[in-house]
Nanobody, 127 residues
Framework: VQLQASGGGSVQPGGSLRLSCAGS????????ISWFRQAPEKEREWVSS????????YYVDSVKGRFTVSRDNAKNTVYLQMNSLKPEDTAVYFC?????????????????????WGQGTQVTVSS
């Protein structure tokens, strides 16, 4: 599986961006696609996930109501629409996928559970 993230950029607070994660080589085992972000000198943190099969979505509390994750299975692409951006959203954003078995229900929040990562796209929110 190969993933490629794109769509980052620089915006002012309150602005919007839409990130894309284009994938190839997916099988049905690769159900959940997730977004993580990493700010300078901080740990990579989970942001959002979506099930490619059911469309069910999950968000970290800090982005609920502002970010929306969606998928287009025909294009093998997952999107992260980011609205009302804040300076604390500044980070490199990564998409990730994994096709192996996971023994607990919230595995998708754990960066160590993913084998496939996109290259990252920079999002900068600043006035």
């Amino acid at each position: 599986v190969q993933l490629q993230a794109s769509g980052g950029g620089s915006v002012q607070p309150g602005g919007s961006l839409r990130l894309s994660c284009a994938g190839s080589g997916f099988t049905l085992d690769y159900d959940v696609i997730s977004w993580f972000r990493q700010a300078p000198e901080k740990e990579r943190e989970w942001v959002s996930s979506i099930s490619r099969i059911t469309g069910r979505t999950y968000y970290v509390d800090s982005v609920k109501g502002r970010f929306t994750v969606s998928r287009d299975n025909a294009k093998n692409t997952v999107y992260l629409q980011m609205n009302s951006l804040k300076p604390e959203d500044t980070a490199v954003y990564f998409c990730a996928a994994d096709g192996s078995y996971h023994s607990y229900s919230t595995w998708y929040k754990d960066k160590y559970e993913y084998a496939s990562w996109g290259q990252g796209t920079q999002v900068t929110v600043s006035s």
